[in-house]
Each structure stands twice: as structure tokens, then as C-alpha cells.
């Protein structure tokens, strides 16, 4: 059976000499239109901010870890709605056009974060409108010396986020973000085709649930660590990510500046950590 942001195609394998037909469980990738309903000057206004790409399923929690993570919002309770806007649903019958409405306090401007064209869903950076965008909105609160974690771990986690991608078990095809406690324990994961779109909805959904405690988690992507994700890290007040993939320069510049521990490069039993090996507790 497939998942919800699955579907199955018909395909041909080829195995040594042998090329038989058979069914493959494929990974949705379909546009996300999200719209923004705010209060300016007296009257209501919808805007557009922007199209991404993702796997569908789990669109609320997306979105409010977008808005999250790109400063525009800094509160669960700036949002008053996020429903379907119009009759965009797609190939698959999902609903591809989402409009947020903010609460009538919350004063936004929206022109650095309008994406007037597609976001690639391997990039969430790309797609800005301006170089300013790529700015912290607001300088957070992170906790220099917590959370600390046991070195050995951390060569652990590659195969207990494995054990629960169910839609990567299934298609192989998207990328997963990890919400752990410092004992090991996952307390969520989120799959998407987009690195930064899984991110955002394991934040979304860590603040929609009220779940989130940076003293004593951090997070753990499938992928490379790019900006994209250390901005995210950082708007979410997290001192601590680990990637299976390595890191961009740009990031672990960015991991320096906010003392964001930093690890990536998993292999074996082995990995590298670009920043902050204070959390990071040794054997004795």
C-alpha cells in the first residue's frame, strides 16, 4: 500500500540480463501556491509569497515552519487560519494552492520573501527575491552550552532515522528531518523531496504540537547542510544539527557566528564537527 505523497507507476527493471515490467512506489513532487491574507492600513490584503515544490501530506506543518523559519511569524499564534485557497488540486487531488491568515496585530512586509518564480525543491534559498532576504529576520536565543550529547550517538543516528522513513523505505526518493532528545530517542520525523521543505515541516510541526525544547534536542538531516538549513536551525533557537552529507562553507560560517554546533560527514564510525564540539560530550 502506498503512502499519503506516494503513487505507484508502472516501470520496466532491468536485473542482470533479464528486463521484466513491474510496479514502483514513487515519491509526489507537485507545486505548492502559498498565499498570504494579512491586515495593512485598515483593509485585508492577499498576497502571493510564494510556489515551492514538495510531497503533499503534510502542507500545515510545512507552511507554518516556512513562515517560521523565514521571520515571518514568530509566534504559533500569528496564524489564525491556513486553509485551501481555490481549486487547485493537481494531478493527484490534493489541494495545491494554501492561503495563511495572519492575525490582524501582526505587522509583516512581505517584499523580501516574495517569490515571483519556482523554487526549486532542492533549494530553499534560491528562489529569493532579494540577496537581503537571505538575512536573519531576528537574532535569536541560542543556549551556548546545551544540549550535550554522548560522542557515540551520533554514529547511531543514520540508522535509527533510517528505521522510520517510511516514504524513503517506500520510493527511496525523498529526503527526512529528525526532532531527538539527547537519550537517542526520535520524538518526530518529516519526509519530503526538498531538503529544507522536510525541515520546515518537522519545525511546523514541533511548534503546532508544542514539542520543542532546544535545551535538550537537536535535529538530524539526511542530507548536505547548506545555509538554507543552518538559517532554519537558527530561527528555531536549536544549538545543534547533524547531516549524513557534508556542509557548505556558507554554513558553517553561519554555525561560527551563532554557535550552532555543526556535524556531518557520517561514515562508519566516523564524522566531523565543524563547530561547536563543546556539546558534544567524550568517553571516560
Not at 206 to 217: F, G, M
Not at 252 to 270: E, Y
Request: glycine share 10%.
Amino acid at each position: 500500500m502506498s503512502l499519503i505523497g506516494t503513487v505507484g507507476f508502472d516501470i520496466h527493471r532491468v536485473e542482470g540480463s533479464s528486463l521484466e515490467c513491474k510496479s514502483d512506489t514513487i515519491a509526489i513532487e507537485e507545486p505548492l501556491e502559498i498565499v498570504v491574507k494579512h491586515y495593512l492600513n485598515g483593509v485585508w490584503i492577499e498576497e502571493p509569497l510564494m510556489v515551492t515544490m514538495r510531497t503533499p501530506g503534510d502542507d500545515y506543518s510545512l507552511i507554518t515552519g516556512l513562515l517560521f523559519s523565514e521571520g515571518v511569524i514568530s509566534n504559533i499564534n500569528d496564524i489564525d487560519n491556513i486553509s485551501p485557497f481555490g481549486s487547485n488540486t493537481g494531478k493527484y487531488e490534493v489541494d495545491n494552492s494554501m492561503i495563511v491568515t495572519l492575525g490582524k496585530d501582526n505587522k509583516v512586509n512581505l517584499n523580501n520573501l516574495q517569490r515571483h518564480f519556482m523554487v526549486n525543491s532542492s533549494c530553499g534559498v534560491c528562489g529569493k527575491g532579494t540577496l537581503n532576504a537571505i538575512e536573519i529576520a531576528f537574532e535569536p536565543n541560542i543556549i551556548r552550552d546545551e544540549p550535550i550529547v554522548d560522542m557515540n550517538l551520533i554514529t547511531k543516528l543514520p540508522e535509527l532515522l533510517n528505521t522510520e522513513q517510511a516514504q524513503f523505505a517506500q520510493t527511496g526518493g525523498v529526503h527526512a528531518s529528525g526532532l531527538f532528545e539527547i537519550n537517542g530517542d526520535l520524538l518526530h520525523l518529516s519526509e519530503d523531496v526538498g531538503r529544507h521543505n522536510a525541515l520546515d515541516k518537522l519545525i511546523g510541526s514541533a511548534k503546532i504540537n508544542n514539542i520543542l525544547n532546544p535545551v535538550e534536542q537537536f535535529v538530524m538531516c539526511s542530507g548536505r547542510i547548506g545555509f538554507d538549513i543552518i538559517q532554519k536551525i537558527l530561527m528555531s533557537g536549536i544549538g545543534m544539527v547533524v547531516g549524513i552529507g557534508a556542509p557548505t562553507s556558507l554554513a558553517i560560517d553561519l554555525a561560527k557566528k551563532f554557535d550552532i554546533t555543526l556535524i556531518g560527514f557520517i561514515k562508519n564510525h566516523k564524522y566531523n564537527i565543524y563547530n561547536g564540539g563543546w556539546r558534544i560530550k567524550p568517553l571516560t
